[in-house]
């Protein structure tokens, strides 16, 4: 068990939690393992900010967690509360983020991050990139997407999105045409643009070189919006 205003740990191997204890931290805690695992998962972790170093890096936070600078190979972040990011601070990691806010929002949207693919189960999910970006498995009620490089999916996973999707890619390309992505809305600025639904859906405002959508059911457009 941990219970501190702040926690600094450097390690020359894997960082990891013994069972069942929990890290309380009110405020920030910063993690450098270099290229092994940082593990701190247990569920009733509290963090104020985590800022982590690691080759496969895991949080648990049972409330609210901020994150600080993140350098890793692969990302899982699982929080009962928001999960937002220190201002200026960036995310860079080189394979697969993972973040599961349940009913919360998830706010990735600082200028520098760097994602390969990105899942997120969320309330209003927001994501930025300074590069491409591959999303991952999305389920939310609302999704911001806005990116450097071509936005597009990782194969066979699934958008689903009860609100209004965003996506912005400057003149880059924008492909989220998995089969079983569910939008409700979509607004898009990018080069080529190409959309999938399994159900009905509703074009929002679209500015692109090229445009290509497919649904299962009907496609219309939100009134007084512009392709």
């Not at 919360?104 to 990105?118: E, H, K, M, R």
């Not at 890619?169 to 089969?179: C, D, F, M, Q, R």
């Given at each position: 068990?941990?219970?501190?205003?702040?926690?600094?740990?450097?390690?020359?191997?894997?960082?990891?939690?013994?069972?069942?204890?929990?890290?309380?931290?009110?405020?920030?805690?910063?993690?450098?393992?270099?290229?092994?695992?940082?593990?701190?998962?247990?569920?009733?972790?509290?963090?104020?900010?985590?800022?982590?170093?690691?080759?496969?890096?895991?949080?648990?936070?049972?409330?609210?967690?901020?994150?600080d600078?993140?350098?890793?190979?692969?990302?899982?972040?699982?929080?009962?509360?928001?999960?937002?990011?220190?201002?200026?601070?960036?995310?860079?990691?080189?394979?697969?983020?993972?973040?599961?806010?349940?009913?919360?929002?998830?706010?990735?949207?600082?200028?520098?991050?760097?994602?390969?693919?990105?899942?997120?189960?969320?309330?209003?999910?927001?994501?930025a990139?300074?590069?491409?970006?591959?999303?991952?498995?999305?389920?939310?009620?609302?999704?911001?997407?806005?990116?450097?490089?071509?936005?597009?999916?990782?194969?066979?996973?699934?958008?689903?999105?009860?609100?209004?999707?965003?996506?912005?890619?400057?003149?880059?390309?924008?492909?989220?045409?998995?089969?079983?992505?569910?939008?409700?809305?979509?607004?898009?600025?990018?080069?080529?643009?190409?959309?999938?639904?399994?159900?009905?859906?509703?074009?929002?405002?679209?500015?692109?070189?090229?445009?290509?959508?497919?649904?299962?059911?009907?496609?219309?457009q939100?009134?007084?919006?512009?392709?």
């Amino acid at each position: 068990n941990i219970k501190a205003t702040a926690l600094n740990m450097k390690a020359g191997g894997a960082v990891t939690q013994v069972a069942e204890k929990a890290i309380e931290v009110t405020g920030t805690t910063t993690v450098d393992a270099g290229t092994n695992a940082v593990t701190l998962a247990n569920a009733n972790n509290d963090f104020g900010s985590v800022g982590v170093t690691a080759g496969a890096a895991s949080i648990v936070d049972k409330n609210a967690v901020a994150l600080d600078n993140i350098k890793a190979t692969s990302l899982n972040v699982k929080a009962a509360g928001a999960v937002t990011q220190v201002a200026d601070k960036a995310i860079e990691v080189s394979g697969t983020t993972t973040v599961d806010a349940g009913q919360n929002d998830v706010t990735l949207a600082n200028a520098n991050n760097d994602f390969n693919s990105i899942a997120i189960t969320a309330k209003s999910a927001s994501i930025a990139d300074k590069n491409a970006v591959a999303l991952d498995n999305i389920k939310a009620t609302s999704l911001n997407v806005k990116a450097a490089g071509a936005v597009t999916q990782v194969a066979e996973k699934v958008i689903e999105v009860t609100g209004t999707t965003t996506v912005d890619a400057g003149t880059n390309a924008v492909s989220l045409a998995n089969a079983g992505n569910d939008f409700n809305t979509v607004i898009m600025t990018a080069g080529a643009a190409s959309i999938a639904d399994k159900n009905a859906v509703a074009l929002d405002n679209i500015k692109a070189a090229s445009l290509n959508v497919k649904a299962g059911g009907a496609v219309t457009q939100v009134a007084e919006k512009a392709i």
